[in-house]
């Protein structure tokens, strides 16, 4: 259209008919296909409708636009423009015969509304502005206040002095007659004293597992500092809890069933929701009045690592300022707990010799030895945590998790998952290998997991000088979903103290392994620089978290 921009081009003329042809269609499904069906009426009719379509662009005034590529006629771009700004006028309305048989139709649908709306829809307008998120510095999570319920004590320093003497919580089950099963022995919580923390109505309604958790978040928010005249001064909106459960409450919801067996006006109205994973937060955050992130999650044994990475996430997106998270389990019971890991035979049956039974990378291993409580870590954003002058007893740089996709109970042969879960938290926290110094394994002392994952620690980490490898189950047995959170208290003290703790119970490692990298029988001395701790579930869940000093 260099030459000439005449309105009588065909190809001007057909723009127009087909503009004119869209703006109407809004009118009508008539306003394409007049009422006749034949074809040349259908061809008399278009041409009708450019030739009115022409008579009305020659009184309008977007006529003017001038292409400014030579030729004095109006440019493409200005008939476009005009066909779709302004209202065909009533030629062209005549020519498709719609003055005359479609009147009713053209007073159910005016035309100005959808002119106006071709219009306001189509027509060059300014350039949109899309509003660039600006550019923030990631917030940094520390770690301000511990709290624990083990079978080692119900306070961090205790807890943990105990761990570094190298003192086991297992012995022998007494909560019931456990006469009858192959294994007997646990690291059983023996008795735990709720004055202060929770109302002695609930603490006879409610299952152990949610008991400890409320527990154990309560003494986390006063280890941190979290006083009831600071808690008024909290964004209670950016304040949650993420605390989960493998096993849930499992005890509640077996008396339930014994009831039942009487009469169903027996059961505890409050068997479902105080036997669900989800409530232990839930009733946490109801007492505390916070109102942000709430939930629970349920990876099996990997569920504390799980709640404590996306606690963090949350404060790194800025969703929250403050958060409980960690584990709690309680399934020392008949059926479930016990029962289940016996009939699977994946407990240690050393019942004559219950302290000595958790032996992690020992060949006389015989299995895992079960046992209860919860870990609840209080994590915050660095500069919350300043403000109100908090003691920062760590910084979480970041984790991972990934899943096998193997087997329910077995880990990969190659360990292929735990690999690449270490190696994606790596990168994931800003950490090279060569900065791990210190490890807590999730070792659970049996046959096949505990080499599974040493040679995946070893891929990773084997030319680490003076790295050093610890279980913590090795003295507690195995919490379940509760086991993450404990040991990340246990790597959290150990950054604290600059003491790791040993390994009980490795008289003869298995062949093969370098034991120069495993802690030996007494606690040793360790600057750590980051710290790793790992938890793995049923149902290849892998899940790794990294610690280390705040600087």
Same mark, same amino acid.
Request: glycine share 10%.
């Given at each position: 259209?260099?030459?000439?921009?005449?309105?009588?081009?065909?190809?001007?003329?057909?723009?127009?008919?087909?503009?004119?042809?869209?703006?109407?269609?809004?009118?009508?499904?008539?306003?394409?296909?007049?009422? #006749?069906?034949?074809?040349?009426?259908?061809?008399?009719?278009?041409?009708?409708?450019?030739?009115?379509?022409?008579?009305?662009?020659?009184? /309008?005034?977007?006529?003017?636009?001038?292409?400014?590529?030579?030729?004095?006629?109006?440019?493409?771009?200005? !008939?476009?423009?005009?066909?779709?700004?302004?209202?065909?006028?009533?030629?062209?309305?005549?020519?498709?015969?719609?003055?005359?048989?479609?009147?009713?139709?053209?007073?159910?649908?005016?035309?100005?509304?959808?002119?106006?709306?071709?219009?306001?829809?189509?027509?060059?307008?300014?350039?949109?502005?899309?509003?660039?998120?600006?550019?923030?510095?990631?917030?940094?999570?520390?770690?301000?206040? !511990?709290?624990?319920?083990?079978? !080692?004590?119900?306070?961090?320093?205790?807890?943990?002095?105990?761990?570094?003497?190298?003192?086991?919580?297992?012995?022998?089950?007494?909560?019931?007659?456990?006469?009858?099963?192959?294994?007997?022995?646990?690291?059983?919580?023996?008795?735990?004293?709720?004055?202060?923390?929770?109302?002695?109505?609930?603490?006879?309604?409610?299952?152990?597992?949610?008991?400890?958790?409320?527990?154990?978040?309560?003494?986390?928010?006063?280890?941190?500092?979290?006083?009831?005249?600071?808690?008024?001064? *909290?964004?209670?909106?950016?304040?949650?809890?993420?605390?989960? #459960?493998?096993?849930?409450?499992?005890?509640?919801?077996?008396?339930?069933?014994?009831?039942?067996?009487?009469?169903?006006?027996?059961?505890?109205?409050?068997?479902?929701?105080?036997?669900?994973?989800?409530?232990?937060?839930?009733?946490?955050?109801?007492?505390?009045?916070?109102?942000?992130? /709430?939930?629970?999650?349920?990876?099996?044994?990997?569920?504390?690592?799980?709640?404590?990475? /996306?606690?963090?996430?949350?404060?790194?997106?800025?969703?929250?300022?403050?958060?409980?998270?960690?584990?709690?389990?309680?399934?020392?019971?008949?059926?479930?707990?016990?029962?289940?890991?016996?009939?699977?035979?994946?407990?240690?049956?050393?019942?004559?010799?219950?302290?000595?039974?958790?032996?992690?990378?020992?060949?006389?291993?015989?299995?895992?030895?079960?046992?209860?409580?919860?870990?609840?870590?209080?994590?915050?954003? *660095?500069?919350?945590?300043?403000?109100?002058?908090?003691?920062?007893?760590?910084?979480?740089?970041?984790?991972?998790?990934?899943?096998?996709?193997?087997?329910?109970?077995?880990?990969?042969?190659?360990?292929?998952?735990?690999?690449?879960?270490?190696?994606?938290?790596?990168?994931?926290?800003?950490?090279?290998?060569?900065?791990?110094?210190?490890?807590?394994?999730?070792?659970? #002392?049996?046959?096949?997991?505990?080499?599974?994952?040493?040679?995946? *620690?070893?891929?990773?980490?084997?030319?680490?000088?003076?790295?050093?490898?610890?279980?913590?189950?090795?003295?507690?047995?195995?919490?379940?979903?509760?086991?993450?959170?404990?040991?990340?208290?246990?790597?959290?003290?150990?950054?604290?103290?600059?003491?790791?703790?040993?390994?009980?119970?490795?008289?003869?490692?298995?062949?093969?392994?370098?034991?120069?990298?495993?802690?030996?029988?007494?606690?040793?001395?360790?600057?750590?620089?980051?710290?790793?701790? /790992?938890?793995?579930?049923?149902?290849?869940?892998?899940?790794?978290?990294?610690?280390?000093?705040?600087?």
């Amino acid at each position: 259209m260099t030459g000439s921009g005449s309105l009588s081009s065909p190809l001007c003329t057909w723009i127009v008919a087909a503009c004119m042809s869209v703006t109407c269609a809004k009118e009508s499904k008539y306003a394409l296909s007049p009422p #006749s069906s034949t074809t040349g009426n259908r061809s008399r009719r278009r041409k009708a409708a450019a030739a009115a379509a022409l008579k009305c662009n020659s009184n /309008n005034k977007y006529n003017n636009y001038s292409s400014g590529m030579g030729g004095g006629g109006p440019s493409l771009q200005g !008939l476009v423009s005009s066909c779709l700004a302004f209202e065909p006028c009533s030629h062209y309305y005549a020519s498709n015969g719609l003055l005359r048989s479609n009147r009713k139709l053209r007073r159910l649908h005016p035309p100005a509304l959808s002119g106006q709306a071709m219009a306001v829809a189509v027509q060059p307008t300014k350039e949109v502005e899309t509003k660039k998120k600006p550019h923030t510095k990631q917030k940094r999570v520390v770690v301000t206040g !511990l709290g624990v319920v083990s079978p !080692l004590g119900h306070e961090p320093d205790v807890f943990y002095n105990n761990l570094l003497e190298g003192v086991s919580g297992v012995s022998q089950i007494e909560a019931f007659d456990c006469a009858q099963f192959s294994t007997r022995i646990a690291g059983e919580i023996k008795s735990i004293s709720t004055d202060g923390w929770v109302s002695p109505k609930l603490a006879k309604r409610m299952d152990k597992f949610m008991l400890y958790m409320l527990i154990a978040g309560k003494k986390a928010l006063a280890d941190g500092g979290i006083t009831e005249d600071m808690m008024d001064e *909290l964004n209670k909106a950016k304040c949650g809890v993420l605390i989960g #459960s493998a096993m849930g409450g499992m005890k509640v919801f077996n008396d339930a069933i014994e009831a039942l067996r009487i009469s169903y006006k027996k059961v505890n109205p409050f068997c479902v929701p105080f036997a669900t994973t989800n409530m232990g937060s839930a009733m946490l955050a109801m007492d505390l009045g916070w109102m942000g992130p /709430n939930y629970s999650i349920s990876t099996a044994c990997a569920t504390g690592n799980f709640c404590i990475l /996306n606690a963090a996430n949350h404060i790194i997106r800025g969703e929250a300022d403050v958060m409980l998270c960690g584990g709690s389990d309680s399934a020392i019971i008949p059926i479930g707990g016990l029962g289940g890991f016996v009939a699977c035979r994946a407990l240690s049956q050393r019942n004559d010799d219950p302290t000595r039974a958790s032996r992690p990378w020992d060949m006389n291993r015989d299995g895992f030895v079960m046992g209860e409580g919860a870990g609840v870590l209080l994590l915050e954003e *660095l500069e919350h945590a300043k403000k109100r002058g908090a003691n920062i007893y760590a910084e979480f740089l970041g984790g991972s998790f990934t899943c096998d996709a193997y087997h329910m109970t077995e880990p990969r042969p190659d360990g292929a998952g735990i690999i690449l879960c270490i190696e994606k938290a790596l990168a994931q926290s800003g950490v090279s290998k060569e900065d791990v110094n210190y490890i807590n394994a999730h070792a659970t #002392s049996t046959p096949a997991g505990d080499l599974k994952e040493y040679n995946a *620690l070893m891929h990773c980490f084997g030319r680490n000088s003076g790295l050093r490898v610890n279980s913590t189950k090795s003295m507690i047995g195995h919490l379940l979903g509760a086991s993450g959170a404990v040991e990340a208290i246990a790597a959290v003290q150990a950054i604290r103290t600059g003491w790791v703790h040993p390994n009980i119970n490795l008289e003869n490692p298995e062949q093969g392994m370098d034991t120069s990298v495993l802690v030996g029988p007494k606690k040793e001395r360790l600057d750590i620089k980051a710290a790793l701790s /790992n938890s793995f579930g049923f149902g290849g869940h892998n899940s790794s978290i990294i610690f280390a000093p705040f600087k």
